[in-house]
């Protein structure tokens, strides 16, 4: 078998565990978000700040990917929310039955919000459904404003883009606006946000932006439910 | 064949590509570097503060691997050096192949050091050697101070860790020390470098290293020449 073989066999046998997932996620009413960027970005402390922003109100809890180290897991519980850590050894992206695996283990469930941050890469994790609801792209202002066309996979396929890291823009050569039009053409139906985990900026419009999607997918599930259908 | 066979065979072909292509540099007297990191640590950015340094001096070259775009070639033949982009497509990383059928394009023979900037990633580019003198890790101080242990795959293997943007030191929470020991743990006998490409701060320390390595090549490759040898 050929290595364009043997990566279809793969993303065949992931796709149709992710749809099993997310038939269980849908069943559950739990919204799951799959989070992507380069190492750094700031997926993490993205998190902490949300879940210092939602916990109060919505049940949340996380599965960390990363090619080495719990760190990332601990620094969620620390928050006080169900994490689990998963470790790919060499791997550069999660796939469906890791999470699955993971899932399987036990206490995350019943969550309103399961955040998925994968491992900290621009390209691999882009091909593997995970069974979420969305996709997110994180790029930090230090990053440099040239990424959503040199990554344009990452970018198209992510229902927002978010900007992570504005308190530095004083300090850094970033145009948002040329982001802002590059995300656009790349993913014209897609959410554009601009947040600081470090002031809190933009916290608030990202954490509306979830319940509005959890509220969405309830409706849609309820309405699925409702007599006649 | 599994995936892993597949993965296997693929990095053995690598192998004999790369090792060919380290017989043509030491033939040629050319020392390559091979640059790794996170999409947005700033790899072009030092290398254009590295051409601007040292091309009057010696002669520079640079192939630049991206998912998408002719971007980076672009910026460093605005500075005056040979420079060709393979675009890669999909894939996370060069490899030996890609490399030897760009040079066999020609324009960029007869160099003194020849850079080699990989696709923007932490992890995939890590196995692939490209007949490379040595490997760099980049790192900018936006990315966090845990990545080393979080990364240790490439962090072991690069013969030096430069820590970029230090210019942004004041404004982001980024303990140099405990990077230091992390890599000192990782690869004890590796450079650590300090650098802001913006500043122009440890940019002449790394050019420095860069003179020392091709120095060193050409004098070892002058003993093996030597009569009695």
């Excluded at 969620?76 to 050894?89: D, E, K, S, W, Y």
């Amino acid at each position: 078998m050929s290595e364009i073989q043997v990566n279809r066999r793969l993303l065949s046998e992931n796709d149709q565990a992710a749809a099993l997932l997310r038939e269980k996620f849908g069943r559950e009413g739990t919204l799951v978000v799959n989070l992507i960027s380069s190492p750094g970005s700031g997926k993490t402390t993205l998190l902490e700040a949300t879940v210092a922003a939602m916990s109060r109100t919505y049940r949340l809890a996380a599965i960390e990917g990363d090619i080495a180290t719990e760190r990332d897991a601990d620094r969620l519980r620390r928050h006080g929310i169900p994490a689990r850590q998963i470790i790919t050894g060499g791997a550069c992206h999660l796939d469906a039955r890791l999470v699955r695996n993971e899932l399987q283990k036990g206490g995350l469930d019943e969550a309103d919000i399961l955040f998925i941050e994968n491992v900290g890469n621009l390209v691999c994790p882009t091909s593997y459904d995970l069974g979420e609801d969305f996709k997110v792209a994180l790029l930090s202002v230090a990053e440099g404003d040239d990424k959503p066309f040199k990554y344009p996979g990452i970018f198209s396929r992510a229902a927002a883009a978010i900007i992570t890291k504005i308190d530095l823009l004083p300090h850094v050569d970033f145009d948002v606006e040329a982001v802002r039009a590059q995300v656009n053409t790349l993913s014209p139906d897609g959410h554009f946000l601009l947040t600081s985990a470090r002031t809190g900026e933009g916290v608030d419009g990202w954490c509306r932006l979830l319940a509005e999607k959890l509220n969405a997918k309830r409706k849609a599930a309820d309405r699925a439910d409702a007599p006649g259908n």
